[in-house]
């Protein structure tokens, strides 16, 4: 291989939001922050967890939770006028 031409391969911290970090190499710098990682994410641990911190999740159970209800509503209304 010729010399100076690659990227310095260091060590680096690798730190999840849920506090776990290990240490791995890298050309990218110092340090990484993820956000999910093998010990928090659903498919390694089995569980299902839902990470919201804005909010999203239940606004959107809202938004469409009295949709569908309306739906149901609409339908049953229909389906005893044709009968």
Known sequence: ???????????????????????TRTVLGD???????SACHPFFTGKQKLID???????FQKKYATKGEKEIKVSKAAKGQKA
């Open 1 to 23: 291989m010729k010399e100076g031409i690659h990227p310095k391969y260091a060590k680096t911290i690798v730190t999840c939001t849920c506090g776990n970090s290990f240490e």
């Open 31 to 37: 340090t990484l922050t993820v956000e999910i990682c």
């Open 53 to 59: 911190t804005a909010g999203r999740v239940e606004k």
